[in-house]
DNA sequence: GCTTGTTGCAACCTTCACTGTTACGACTGT
DNA sequence: ACAGTCGTAACAGTGAAGGTTGCAACAAGC
């Protein structure tokens, strides 16, 4: 499973976002959290947009433009964030049908697919008892 | 999530074989369980390579040679196909360490990591929940 | 109206994992 | 000795993701 971090910077730009308006500022930039991710203005900037469809976040564009949160952290979960940024699903069938005359081929789909859906379930409920609210605490509790 | 299908075939591989054997032979090639999953044989031996190293097939060699179930199917789960066939994690960290001078940069990898730990082990949960019995079971049981 | 700082977005490169393919040596039953 | 199959290396193709550059669009302040 090549994994990816996708879930893992959004979760750190909304956190960033959040710290940032209740220390008292409006807008925080994509140059800003991109400096505290440790990566490319773009990428955030790629990664926020998902988000902004989802609505979770706002952006303001001219001088003085930004990001800023659209819900507080209490009401958005680490499943609002992964429905927004992963789109595809966590176990792919074969890339190439099976043999449908043979008895395996033909049955191993739907079974699969019936399985991986109960999983995927399972992980979505996992996911939505996380609320970015959480992960902000956790991390500022954070022994240094 | 780039998905990958591996866990799929691997499954599909070990049901075929496990049918095969029910049908009274001795072994299976790579050869016919390729044509089932309608892929190359190389791919399929690769994938019974990992799942002999885990413990699950044994292979042999010469004349007449091919794979066979080291364990019954129904002392097999998705899990041990899992583990044998998906080395990483579900989830990423950030691929630079984020800025360690910046609250949430520091706070945010062990935060994100205790989460992702708590999902894996639900998700583990749930594989090792089906049997290749099950599969093999559901697969047959498919309406023609 | 001009300047300035920021988003929005397209284009392209690099990296990486996986799949598919070919080739060939190693092994073993007949 | 032969033939069939595994074991494995080597390499190309594919696709997703991240990184980078460039520039148009926009809006606040002067």
Redesign the interface.
């Known amino acids: ?5 996708r ?3 959004a ?2 730009a909304l ?2 976002i959040g ?1 940032y308006q209740r220390q008292g500022h409006e807008v925080a930039t994509s140059e800003q959290i991109a ?5 490319n203005p773009v990428v955030i900037r790629r990664l926020l947009g998902e988000l902004r469809r989802a609505g979770l976040v706002e952006s303001r564009r001219g001088v003085g433009a930004g990001w800023s949160l659209a819900r507080e952290l209490e009401s958005m979960t ?1 499943l609002d964030v992964y429905e927004a940024v ?1 789109p ?12 449908q005359g ?7 789909q ?3 697919q ?2 991986y859906e ?2 995927e379930e ?2 979505r409920h ?2 939505a008892r ?1 609320t970015l609210a959480n ?2 605490r ?5 022994p ?1």
Request: aromatic share 6%.
């Open positions: 499973m090549s994994a990816n971090s879930l893992t910077i979760a750190h956190a960033w710290l400096t505290s991710a440790n990566t680490l992963e595809g699903p966590l176990f792919a069938m074969h890339r190439t049908t099976p043999d043979c008895v395996v081929g033909y049955g191993i739907p079974t699969m019936g399985i109960g999983i399972t992980l996992e996911l996380v992960i902000l956790d991390v500022l509790a954070a240094r």
